[in-house]
């Protein structure tokens, strides 16, 4: 069968009603299994409803690309599911036609959200899918609140912990201090990375999220400019050295464009000189590729199996038909098929999902620049920090006229500018809405 993009058609039919199936059956008869009988439970199964519980809901899915067409082509499958919203902010590169295959050859170019969507509501017609193309970070919490479920199928860590955080910061409480259960939504989140892909449950307030979990996510491989420079030992730095440093040299004015064959095909070449001379091997073409773009190949079967359980998950969290996933599922293809399931822990101390005050001793002759780089490389892994003290902003990146206000504070030592034990105040771009409470002990 020829499964290429061009071999589909361009404007699938209608699928029919008998064609489509339904889970309505499912739904509408007794199980043991119900939701409440599981070992994370958050509502009770009830055959009389759940079907209109699932119709009436409305569900975020956020990319459209290798995970998102599978999870909205599932979604749409279930027969159940009406309302869908789908974020993605990326256009459709001809890369992309081997396995998300909502788009076609015609479509190159176009919104990735938009053509998806149109696509799901052309073929199954009961869904409406609404496409939003653009960021997440566009949109603020009155827009996530009205959703039931999100599910994310972001490919990147900083959207992911965006993401996670403004989830997560939607929860109210009620007087004791517990959550409102109204307020929590469920955020599955799916990823994959080649043969390997996981899927989690995250109930904000309740389980792990996905802060709880970044130790788990290495760094980027941040190679220092000195080895790329001066001692290259594996082809990566090679062809780093080309493209960081000799591309900008040899045109200033442009921008390396890694979808372009021929500027590829220069960084290659100039990476093969580089490995020769330092009698490196294994520089490739495709190696170039992936260093430059950063990419690690996508496979479609485990978008798929991923994406599976992600709709899965979706829809029991929607109708407690069935025990929900507690809290995260890993599927490996490498070697063999191997899939589990278990209980990732809470993380006491997380920035996100407990409201402790975090305490970091320091020397108290260490720089405000030096605290703030403490706060991007340790384990909080910011981007962006602002710190205000109870009494005075001591670094804001913005507006600009107090950034230029308070660089002077960089260079400044923490015992001009706090005292001993005092709490301070950090907000970060990876954490929307919501800051983190820091108090610094003088070391001295
Ligand atoms: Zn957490």
Not at 78 to 104: A, E, K, P, W
Not at 246 to 272: C, G, I, N, T, Y
Request: aromatic fraction near 8%; include cysteine; glycine fraction near 6%.
């Amino acid at each position: 069968m020829d499964t290429s993009a061009d071999a589909r058609p361009d404007n699938p039919k209608p699928l029919s009603r008998r064609q489509r199936g339904s889970l309505k059956t499912l739904l509408s008869r007794p199980s043991c299994f119900g939701n409440e009988t599981g070992s994370l439970p958050i509502g009770e199964f009830d055959t009389g409803t759940a079907s209109k519980q699932v119709y009436d809901a409305q569900v975020l899915v956020i990319g459209a690309g290798g995970l998102g067409c599978e999870i909205l082509k599932d979604l749409a499958m279930c027969g159940v599911v009406n309302s869908v919203v789908v974020m993605d902010l990326d256009t459709i590169d001809v890369t992309n036609l081997n396995r998300q295959f909502l788009f076609r050859s015609k479509d190159v170019g176009e919104s990735k959200a938009a053509v998806a969507a149109r696509f799901i509501n052309e073929r199954c017609p009961w869904m409406n899918v609404v496409p939003y193309h653009g960021k997440i970070q566009d949109k603020d919490a009155d827009f996530y609140k009205q959703f039931k479920v999100v599910i994310s199928g972001l490919d990147n860590v900083e959207a992911r912990r965006w993401l996670n955080g403004m989830i997560v910061n939607l929860v109210e409480f009620d007087e004791d201090g517990d959550p409102i259960p109204e307020t929590i939504i469920p955020l599955i989140d799916g990823g994959t990375e080649g043969f390997s892909g996981q899927s989690r449950m995250i109930l904000p307030r309740i389980t792990s999220c996905f802060e709880c979990s970044l130790d788990a996510f290495t760094p980027s491989a941040a190679v220092p400019l000195c080895t790329i420079a001066e001692t290259p030992r594996i082809p990566e730095h090679c062809i780093a050295y080309a493209y960081v440093l000799q591309w900008p040299k040899e045109f200033p004015d442009r921008k390396l464009d890694a979808d372009s064959p021929d500027d590829m095909k220069w960084v290659h070449s100039k990476a093969v000189e580089r490995a020769e001379k330092f009698g490196i091997e294994g520089v490739t073409y495709m190696l170039t590729m992936g260093v430059v773009k950063n990419i690690i190949p996508a496979v479609a079967s485990t978008n798929a199996i991923v994406s599976a359980v992600c709709v899965n998950e979706a829809i029991k969290v929607l109708s407690f038909c069935s025990q929900s996933l507690n809290t995260y599922m890993m599927y490996m293809g490498s070697d063999g098929i191997y899939s589990h399931t278990f209980v990732y822990e809470r993380k006491e101390n997380c920035p996100v999902s407990s409201s402790a005050t975090h305490k970091m001793s320091l020397p108290s002759s260490t720089t405000l620049n030096a605290l703030i780089q403490q706060l991007c490389d340790g384990e909080f892994r910011l981007k962006a920090p602002s710190i205000t003290s109870s009494e005075n902003t001591l670094y804001m990146r913005k507006p600009m006229a107090l950034e230029k206000a308070t660089r002077k504070n960089l260079d400044k030592t923490l015992k001009d500018l706090i005292s001993d034990g005092e709490e301070l105040t950090v907000t970060d771009p990876v954490f929307p809405d919501t800051s983190l409470g820091l108090v610094i002990k003088f070391e001295d």
